[in-house]
């Protein structure tokens, strides 16, 4: 009964690689996309509802319901949750506002899948990827996409792990002749410009059975627009978010990095302290104190280290105390060991002293070094040996910290050999993968091996998706340049995954591409050693910190120092020159390692920071102020 089902078109996406176009007013076919859709939709259901908060007149014209997304610009699974709790029906076809060919025949049979197997969704599986935005569910999921969403989860993965659903793979589509093409999507201007030509060579009737032969990312190279590579982090850093937090020992905590500042619960030193070994008095006692005129003091009690005095000092008196003891009330200044001696005067011990001391001296006041309820330690920071001292004295046997991340690393070529394997002809062993692992340990993360990408496409695309089930960021290095076998380019062209960018306007590592796949960062690096070293720093390195929530400067350390050797290449982009640091005179240089070819190994030894020059018509000489990044 179409009484009992509803179809929501989701439209609140920003358009943001269109220019900020609403992809649901461009034209195709003679029509607007959204027109296309909502015809599409009405064979199905005849409750259309878009959800969107920009609501053009386009909506009213057609009639169809508009709701508002309460969790505005958080993504497919909040546009998901608007649409489900807008509608009383039991079962809601799903899709996208930039999918050209939603088809109802697919719902329906959706539908049917769903109803026999009894689940909560059942999604089209096309190209051996599951698509939660062509779909059906039932209503009731509402209650489970808004719970996850006010628990602060925005990835539609972490719905399907948590509802009953079933796969209706493209084979089934195919056997009842529906063509495959529904899920394509329109997110690029040349997508566009393909499916706008595609149907200006087709007619209505020709249009459906043509559709299954139709993909938006073409397999052919794709066009290259370089990026500057500030704008490069930028689209990336836009695109990493801070992983969850977790609570270690403090034993486990060395490296980590904190994830909730350090409010002191009291003050520090929480006691008044002795800075010295020797004997606490009243510097009134001592004002008259001369070596030629000593004065004489009782020793009313010896306090070992870690004893709370039992006697107060009084006009006359002294403690023993020792570095770090309590010091006893009425004292209020402590005088070093050295400057005292000790006799006995009827049967009692007095420690006489010879000069004046000044009040306060070697005392350390409660809350001398902290005050209670200041912060420590910031958010962010990363535990050393300091940061450790101060949560132990502060009672922390137990540290929240952020979530290592999960990072896997990729590595494409035939040529390639394990580092195990002999050498053969024409081969090399695979550097990059173990240099990319001890990168990502640095930064604090957790790398993870994932092998070689094979040189096809299909297969290629099927272990890049496993790793990022596993992994939080996945690094490839190789593929990526414009050669017959660079699969990589290939992969990043299909019409699920979002181009962030694929070349960037520097040297070593022109090539460098990122994308969201599955809604985590890829960033496919260099094949060149130099380069991936070069790449890592400048990209992957950021997203890092973003995960671990580091509070200092996402991008980097940078600092100014002396060129210290000639560098004559004339440069048409930025230049990123592996170097060593060196303080000679009070000045800082900086000197390259070696030569500058990006396929180089070598000048990665002893690399401690990235000289960056700009393009420039002319060479630099040695002495000319440059600008480092840290390493």
């Known amino acids: 009964m179409r009484s009992d089902r509803s179809a929501v078109i989701l439209a609140g996406g920003q358009g943001r690689r269109m220019g900020g176009v609403n992809k649901a007013l461009l034209r195709l076919g003679g029509e607007r996309l959204l027109e296309r859709q909502v015809r599409e939709a009405a064979k199905w259901s005849d409750e259309v509802i878009v959800v969107t908060n920009d609501p053009f007149p386009l909506l009213q014209e057609l009639g169809v319901r508009v709701v508002p997304d309460v969790y505005r610009g958080e993504g497919p699974l909040a546009g998901l949750h608007a649409g489900l709790s807008a509608t009383t029906r039991r079962y809601v076809w799903v899709f996208a506002c930039d999918q050209p060919y939603p ?28 698509q939660p935005l062509h779909a059906v569910y039932r209503q009731e999921v509402a209650v489970r996409t808004g719970d996850l969403l006010a628990s602060g989860v925005r990835r539609l993965n972490d719905l399907l792990s948590d509802i009953t659903w079933v796969q ?14 529904f899920t394509s999507d329109i997110d690029t201007p040349e997508q566009y410009e393909r499916a706008a030509a595609f149907l200006r060579q087709t007619t209505p009737k020709e249009e459906q059975r043509l559709t299954s032969s139709f993909t938006p990312h073409s ?88 004893t709370a005095p039992t006697q107060n000092i009084g006009t006359g008196q002294a403690s023993r105390v020792m570095t770090g003891g309590m010091i006893p009330d009425g004292a209020n200044t402590v005088v070093m060991l050295e400057m005292t001696e000790v006799s006995e005067t009827n049967d009692l011990p007095v420690v006489t002293i010879g000069r004046s001391v000044a009040k306060g001296t070697n005392v350390a006041e409660i809350g001398s070094e902290i ?50 394997d002999p050498l053969a002809p024409a081969k090399i062993r695979n550097s990059n993968a173990p240099m990319l692992a001890v990168l990502v340990r640095e930064s604090g993360a957790e790398p993870i091996m994932l092998g070689q990408v094979p040189d096809e496409a299909v297969a290629a695309r099927a272990l890049i998706d496993k790793g990022l089930h596993e992994c939080d960021l996945l690094l490839t290095s190789g593929g990526v340049s414009v050669g017959d076998y ?19 306007a520097m040297r070593p590592g022109s090539p460098t591409t990122a994308a ?19 790449g890592f720093h400048l990209f992957a390195a950021p997203v890092l910190r973003v995960m671990l929530g580091q509070s200092s400067d996402v991008y980097g350390e940078k600092f100014q120092a002396y060129l210290g050797a000639d560098f004559p290449k004339v440069n ?27 396929s180089l190994m070598t000048t990665i030894v002893g690399a401690d920071c990235l000289i960056e020059i700009p393009p420039l018509k002319e060479g630099l000489a040695k002495g000319h102020l440059v600008t480092a990044l840290k390493l």
């Open 168 to 181: 209706v793979a493209e084979e089934r589509f195919a056997n009842s002749g529906i063509p495959v093409g």
């Open 103 to 130: 088809s109802a025949e697919a719902a329906e049979l959706l539908l049917r899948c769903l109803l026999s197997e009894g689940v909560e969704a059942a999604l089209s599986v096309i190209d051996g990827r599951d």
């Open 219 to 306: 397999p052919e190279r794709f066009r290259r627009s370089a990026l500057q590579p500030d704008e490069a982090q930028r689209r990336l850093i836009a695109c990493a978010s801070t992983l969850p937090e977790e609570k270690v020992s403090l034993t486990e905590a060395w490296g980590r990095t904190l994830a909730q500042s350090l409010i002191a619960p009291h003050p520090f030193p929480p006691f008044r302290r002795s800075a010295m070994d020797g004997y606490a008095v009243r510097a009134e006692d001592l004002i008259h104190a001369t070596p030629e005129k000593r004065v004489g003091l009782e020793v009313v009690e010896s306090l070992p280290g870690g």
């Open 572 to 598: 048409a982009y930025r230049r990123y020159i592996r170097a060593s640091t060196e303080f000679k005179d009070g000045t800082i240089w900086v000197t390259p390692t070696g030569d500058d070819k990006s």
């Open 371 to 420: 005050v209670q309820g200041a912060e420590v330690l910031q958010a962010g920071r990363m535990i050393g040996a300091g940061e450790s001292a101060l949560l132990a004295s502060f009672g922390c046997a137990e540290v929240y910290v952020r979530r290592r991340p999960k990072v896997g690393i990729l590595s494409t070529g035939s040529e390639l050999l394990d580092v195990s």
């Open 486 to 504: 660079d699969v990589i380019v290939d992969v990043l062209a299909t019409p699920d995954i979002e181009l962030l960018f694929n070349k960037v």
């Open 516 to 534: 969201i796949v599955s809604g985590k960062p890829l960033i496919a690096l260099s094949g060149n050693p130099g380069a991936c070293f070069v």
